[in-house]
């Protein structure tokens, strides 16, 4: 039985780790995911959860204790933000190549310089191949039911997964939420006990190993293997909370694409924007459409490319910039999939939107529509690399 | 514990042979002694930063350890061995773990003195029930002998060369046996490798066994980077406590404990003599170096002498 409740996207994240009780917190503050580890240590010295909380000296402890922690045998997590994930950034590829299924919440935020503090992507695009899986929330809803399927995600194919949400946007502001009951979630998050540990096994295991290149590429590709198996799990694991909570979840989503001719590709809060911004103008006739990316690691290339095949053309949203003097990241990795897939009809641009926390509105996303339907009317793509609501 | 020899020797070794560490390096005899004063019947993590040590004893599909081992990286060994001493005490309140454990982490200078020593200052100043291991030999050996904040002055290393200009390292070695003491952890020793090993063994045994925080800190020698036949390495060990370069000494809960005071004090030339890395000290027209370095010996001994009630 589902309870109504409203809670900010870090009180959400702060409550679905306090039902899953995990055995070892290492974390440090860091603007906007702070809240979370304040959350969880009242919890702690409560007495509302039994898990072990160490606040560590910087986020590169913190990453380095919970693997540590996983290797032991136990279920680890942290949050972070910005420059504490980019701290992080060393270990977080440690954790993946040691396959160890750590859960680490990401309240995105802009990376310095100028110093910000508020919301953009570049933070979990600038670690998108440490080889983490990664899922992305629209809303503070979806933070808290992506928490919940994580573990048994990571755990399944061992890898470690990065639940991440938009700073402020969805992290701070107060939504109505309906909340799992305790007990059920307990029981579909299930306990972790991995075949091999540091503690409390028969055999000692060695974690870490030096391997020259006779080996170092084999680990690789079981890597990738993981990887890929990782999207049937991503879908069975939603299933399966299909079932227990009635809400339904997808390595993308598929908003008013049957007859789109226009259409963006986005992720995070803005696709909620976006979608307002369909409404209003299907209601003025414009045929458009949005694909939203729930799994961007891993990469749900043929979903997307399929979803987008019958468009006329379409626009790829990054809230980050690869500063290659080409393309974000989102935008190389649509257009790559497009590409293998041979869907190269769509006419296809790129924006760089909401940087640093640059407010995007309904006129924002209307804008780029209009920029797609004159470029289908007319078939001039002009620049693919372009910046939104900017200043030039 | 009261150490005795034989029956130290008689225990089974949880450091294996056949690894590809140096002749005559001082890091495994470190290891092997510290892990002999587990209680046979206790097990243990190890931990290692990325070293000369980690990459020679876990080289694929191969470990020196018996134990269970992590390697992480570098610069994280105490926040590594954190995560695994706050998972044990996780497993243990929830009752899914009998078995008593013991967590060792060791690191070299590198590790331990400078790109280590915010992890290590954290994982002591939380308290976690561990030993921190510094295996000191002053440099950074594993990338080629480059200089470190523990290598002593005017040393000659690949970053701080006895050039004509600048002769070796120009700054003193850090006391980072006191920058831990400071933080006010259970237990605290710094020794190295004199006569039977009783010192490093009966030290490594308080600190395994002293609830809380402790750290070790074991001068190591390295023979190809301080450039002395690998052979004399127990005499440079003795010669570096006999000439107070490396003294013997415990801090116990904050007490300061000197453990040995040689009867005559060597000077520190009978130390620098033994080695490569110090030989432009010796030539004419440097004397200044060597004054210098005696200085700064007399000036740390008597400074110890105080710190331990003398």
């Not at chain 2, 020797?9 to 092997?32: S, W, Y």
Request: hydrophobic share 40%; charged share 20%.
């Amino acid at each position: 039985m589902s309870i109504r409740e409203r809670l900010s996207g870090n009180e959400a994240i702060a409550y679905a780790m306090k039902q899953i009780n995990p055995d070892v917190m290492g974390a440090f503050p860091i603007t906007p995911s702070t809240e979370i580890p304040q959350y969880f240590s009242a919890y702690v010295d409560n007495g509302e959860v039994d898990t072990e909380f160490i606040a560590v000296e910087s986020e590169h402890s913190a990453m380095s204790t919970c693997i540590g922690a996983e290797a032991a045998g136990c279920r680890a997590i942290s949050a972070t933000s910005s420059c504490g994930l980019c701290y992080m950034t060393e270990m977080l590829y440690v954790a993946a190549s040691d396959r160890l299924p750590i859960t680490l919440a990401v309240s995105c935020r802009a990376l310095s310089g100028p110093i910000n503090i508020n919301n953009d992507h570049s933070d979990a695009m600038g670690v998108r191949d440490a080889g983490w899986i990664m899922l992305f929330a629209e809303t503070n809803q979806e933070a808290y039911d992506n928490y919940l399927q994580a573990m048994r995600i990571g755990e399944a194919v061992s890898l470690p997964i990065m639940i991440c949400q938009d700073g402020f946007i969805t992290s701070h502001a107060i939504e109505n939420i309906e909340l799992e009951d305790t007990a059920q979630v307990r029981k579909f998050v299930g306990e972790y006990h991995p075949e091999h540990a540091l503690l409390g096994r028969e055999n000692p295991m060695a974690v870490g190993a030096y391997a020259t290149p006779t080996y170092y590429i084999e680990s690789k590709r079981l890597q990738a293997q993981a990887m890929l198996d990782a999207k049937q799990v991503i879908l069975d694991v939603a299933a399966e909370f299909k079932k227990w909570t009635g809400r339904s979840y997808d390595l993308i989503e598929k908003y008013q694409m049957d007859d789109a001719e226009e259409a963006i590709v986005i992720i995070g809060s803005s696709a909620g924007t976006a979608k307002e911004t369909v409404n209003e103008m299907r209601a003025q006739g414009h045929k458009v459409g949005l694909i939203k990316i729930r799994a961007f690691r891993p990469f749900p290339g043929a979903e997307i490319t399929a979803a987008l095949k019958n468009v006329k053309a379409y626009a790829v949203m990054d809230k980050a910039d690869s500063f290659n003097g080409h393309c974000g990241p989102l935008f190389a990795e649509v257009a790559a999939a497009a590409m293998v897939a041979g869907v190269t009809t769509p006419k296809v641009i790129n924006y760089i939107y909401g940087l640093g926390g640059r407010d995007v509105r309904v006129e924002s996303i209307a804008h780029v529509f209009t920029e797609l339907e004159n470029i289908a009317k007319t078939g001039n793509v002009g620049e693919t690399y372009r910046y939104l609501d900017v200043r030039e | 514990m009261t150490f005795n020899f034989k029956e130290e020797v008689k225990k089974e070794d949880r450091f294996c042979g056949g690894h590809r560490m140096c002749a005559g390096c001082g890091a495994p005899i470190t290891i092997k002694n510290v892990l002999k004063a587990l209680n046979p019947e206790d097990k243990a993590v190890i931990c290692s930063a990325t070293s000369c040590l980690e990459v020679s004893t876990f080289m694929y599909p191969y470990t020196s350890w018996k134990d269970s081992f992590i390697h992480n990286a570098f610069e994280n060994a105490g926040a590594t061995i954190s995560g695994v001493e706050t998972a044990y005490r996780a497993l243990k309140k929830r009752g899914k773990l009998d078995a008593t454990y013991k967590f060792i982490a060791f690191g070299g200078d590198g590790g331990t003195y400078d790109i280590g020593f915010q992890s290590l200052s954290g994982a002591m100043e939380r308290g976690h029930d561990m030993v921190y291991v510094c295996y000191d030999n002053e440099a950074y050996m594993n990338t080629g002998i480059q200089r470190s904040s523990s290598t002593p002055h005017f040393a000659d290393t690949t970053t701080t060369p006895a050039g004509t200009v600048i002769p070796g390292k120009q700054q003193r070695k850090k006391d980072l046996t006191q920058i831990i003491a400071a933080h006010n952890v259970a237990y605290v020793a710094q020794t190295t490798f004199i006569g039977n090993l009783s010192d490093l063994s009966t030290k490594a045994h308080k600190a395994i066994y002293t609830p809380g925080a402790a750290f070790l800190n074991v001068m190591s020698p390295c023979p190809r980077g301080w450039r002395y036949p690998s052979e004399d390495i127990l005499k440079v060990t003795k010669a570096a406590v006999e000439t107070c370069v490396w003294p013997l000494f415990e801090v116990i809960d904050g007490k300061w404990v000197l453990n040995y005071e040689p009867t005559k004090k060597l000077p520190v030339t009978e130390y620098l003599k033994m080695q490569g890395r110090f030989a432009h000290m010796f030539k004419a027209g440097n004397e200044w170096m060597l004054e210098a370095a005696q200085k700064e010996v007399d000036r740390n001994w008597q400074e110890l002498l105080i710190r331990c009630g003398r």
